[in-house]
T-cell receptor, first 113, second 111 residues
Framework: KAGVTQTPRYLIKTRGQQVTLSCSPISGHRSVSWYQQTPGQGLQFLFEYFSETQRNKGNFPGRFSGRQFSNSRSEMNVSTLELGDSALYLC????????????FGPGTRLTVT | DQQVKQNSPSLSVQEGRISILNCDYTNSMFDYFLWYKKYPAEGPTFLISISSIKDKNEDGRFTVFLNKSAKHLSLHIVPSQPGDSAVYFCAASGGYQKVTFGIGTKLQVIP
């Protein structure tokens, strides 16, 4: 069974631009969560989607948004990029919403210059 | 406000010895705890978990201990191997809380 895939793996953007990251969960998994990882903050929860609905949201500004499609694939978008948005963005899939067992993708490394 | 704290950013251990990684939490609603391991350029992978109804859970070389009164858990790796060198994240969940992660501890096992 294929694991969680994320595209692109690396991205360089400039301040003020917007970016869209993609995540394909494990086949059969319907929940997708997004996390931001930075050296000093660890993994910070962004949001979770299940059945195309946002089920939970972390403490991030409205510039961070996401969506989920009917095939459970998910995208997250960051508008008006800031230098502080440079981070590793991780996607995790699980069978159901609220499941403790999450399977992570390799992440997208975003650098904002 | 860090609800899950890993106060040691790094740890070095000789191969064959015990590695002990510590984690403290503040939210009394947490009732399920997990450890994840992360290698560079890979996503975290689930390692071991423990429910609050237990105080110990073992899986091969990995044992997690939970002290609910102290709101403290620890991960023991015995014996440590060079392949265990990675960043270890402690995570906690409970009630309607999302899974909350600590900032990680980088373990280096020296051959």
């Amino acid at each position: 069974k294929a694991g969680v895939t994320q595209t692109p793996r690396y991205l360089i953007k400039t301040r003020g631009q917007q970016v869209t990251l993609s995540c394909s969960p494990i086949s059969g998994h319907r929940s997708v969560s997004w996390y931001q990882q930075t050296p000093g903050q660890g993994l910070q929860f962004l949001f979770e989607y299940f059945s195309e609905t946002q089920r939970n949201k972390g403490n991030f500004p409205g510039r961070f948004s996401g969506r989920q499609f009917s095939n459970s694939r998910s995208e997250m978008n960051v508008s008006t990029l800031e230098l502080g948005d440079s981070a590793l963005y991780l996607c995790a899939s699980s069978l159901w919403t609220g499941s403790y067992e999450q399977y992570f993708g390799p992440g997208t490394r975003l650098t904002v210059t | 406000d860090q609800q899950v704290k890993q106060n040691s950013p790094s740890l070095s251990v000789q191969e064959g010895r015990i590695s002990i990684l510590n984690c403290d939490y503040t939210n009394s609603m947490f009732d399920y705890f997990l450890w994840y391991k992360k290698y560079p350029a890979e996503g975290p992978t689930f390692l071991i978990s423990i429910s609050s109804i237990k105080d110990k859970n073992e899986d091969g070389r990995f044992t997690v201990f939970l002290n609910k009164s102290a709101k403290h858990l620890s991960l023991h790796i015995v014996p440590s191997q060079p392949g265990d060198s990675a960043v270890y994240f402690c995570a906690a969940s409970g009630g309607y809380q999302k899974v909350t992660f600590g900032i990680g501890t980088k373990l280096q096992v020296i051959p």
